[in-house]
């Protein structure tokens, strides 16, 4: 059964950068959605990024708005982790990080951040940035 598990968070300052990774045990990923959400005290847990590559497509990646332009996600040449880099972060992305997946047919594309949508969710890293 597939298995995720997240690593790379830490305490930052503001305006710092971390690299989390999602890696996969039992499977390759790049047949799936991999998406990054986060929850943070007292909120609803959010979709941050995500990453699907449909057969005979380019990849289709998708961000928060809150995000745009300081986050990347990607994945590696195995195609057995996804990362998610976070750049120029900010307090407000204090938060419990969270890789998750689902078989790609089993997705629309537009629904990439949506979280009821995915099947397999790792245990979660701490990101804590402070000012």
């Known amino acids: 059964q597939l298995k995720l598990v997240e690593s790379g968070g830490g305490l930052v300052r503001s305006g710092g950068s971390l690299r989390l990774s999602c890696a996969a045990s039992g499977v390759t990923l790049d047949t799936y959605a991999i998406g990054w959400f986060r929850q943070a005290p007292g909120k609803e847990r959010e979709g941050v990024a995500c990453?699907?590559?449909?057969?005979?497509?380019?990849?289709?990646?998708d961000y928060a708005d809150s995000v745009k332009g300081r986050f990347t996600v990607s994945r590696d040449n195995t195609k057995t982790t996804v990362a998610l880099q976070l750049n120029d972060l900010k307090t407000d992305d204090t938060a419990v990080y969270y890789c998750a997946a689902v078989s790609g047919p089993l997705i629309l594309l537009k629904l990439c951040l949506t979280p009821n949508e995915y099947d397999f969710w790792g245990q979660g890293t701490q990101v804590t940035v402070s000012s």
């Open positions: 990453i699907s590559t449909p057969a005979g497509y380019t990849d289709y990646l």
